[in-house]
């Protein structure tokens, strides 16, 4: 059977030549058989012959491969555009710098435990229950 990634067009192509190849070799084979058999040299000229099968089945191996050569070059193609799109439709630059900041707002500048114009505690002194929501009420919000 064919590749599944090949082509239809390539696929006809390639069952077309299997097809005009084995009725080929299939009626050389018997013209050759008839001769022999007409001749009596049979077994010296059966050990010089390549049977049909193995011929056929490394061509069509051939042909498999070259599809796959012919189909390399999309393939390509598809990953290099999927790739591009994938960067400029997720901006991946910008969420980072965006992440960052808030990060930076958070660990910096929401404090809480005020006295006076100066916050003294920071997200990392937060230790119990009553500091988170004082953290959460005073220097998140």
């Given at each position: ?122 997200i990392f002194d937060v230790n119990s229950i009553a500091d988170f ?9």
């Amino acid at each position: 059977s064919l590749r599944c990634g090949a082509r239809p067009a390539v696929a006809a192509t390639m069952q077309g030549q299997m097809t005009a190849m084995e009725s080929v070799m299939s009626s050389q084979t018997s013209r050759k058989a008839s001769s022999r058999r007409s001749s009596g040299k049979g077994s010296e000229e059966e050990n010089d012959e390549l049977p049909l099968g193995i011929y056929l089945s490394w061509v069509k191996t051939e042909l498999d491969n070259e599809s796959a050569c012919l189909e390399l070059p999309f393939t390509l193609i598809l990953l290099l555009s999927f790739s591009v799109l994938a960067y400029l439709h997720l901006r991946q630059a910008d969420v980072f710098v965006l992440e960052g900041a808030i990060r930076f707002d958070i660990e910096q500048n929401a404090n809480f435990a005020w006295s006076g114009n100066f916050g003294h505690k920071t997200i990392f002194d937060v230790n119990s229950i009553a500091d988170f929501y004082s953290w959460l009420r005073i220097g998140f919000l």
